[in-house]
């Protein structure tokens, strides 16, 4: 069972920038989906950025533009995010799956991370 930790998250100014990172525990697949998900407290989890089976990348609206996801290697993969909103707020969770599906549906994902906060202030 893949594991997975975020972190990176923090508290940060309207149009300021942060780096999350989520680490994945040692495994061996070689065809995987990884993405970034958020929720908000009341609101849906919501995927605003991912990496498809074959690296192609997909992002919602609300990050197209703004966040980048990006991987180092097959463990470690990153969301950059700039131009902070104070619509961004949300705790933060990085997903894996094995079997793939819609890159940006939560119910693709079966393996989550414990989440990491972001904070913005205005």
């Known amino acids: 069972q893949v594991q997975l930790v975020e972190s990176g998250g923090g508290s940060v100014q309207a149009g300021g920038s942060l780096r999350l990172s989520c680490t994945t525990s040692?495994?061996?697949?070689?065809?995987?989906?990884m993405a970034w998900f958020r929720q908000a407290p009341g609101k849906e989890r919501e995927g605003v950025a991912a990496?498809?089976?074959?690296?192609?990348t997909y992002y919602s609206d609300s990050g197209k533009g703004r966040f980048t996801i990006a991987r180092e290697n097959a463990r470690n993969t990153y969301l950059q995010m700039t131009a902070l909103k104070p619509e961004d707020p949300a705790m933060y969770y990085c997903?894996?799956?094995?079997?793939?599906?819609?890159?940006?549906?939560?119910?693709?994902?079966?393996?989550w991370g414990q989440g990491t906060q972001v904070t913005v202030s205005s």
């Open positions: 040692a495994h061996t697949y070689t065809h995987f989906c």
């Open positions: 997903a894996f799956s094995e079997f793939c599906g819609q890159p940006l549906g939560a119910d693709s994902y079966s393996t």
């Open positions: 990496f498809g089976r074959i690296g192609t």
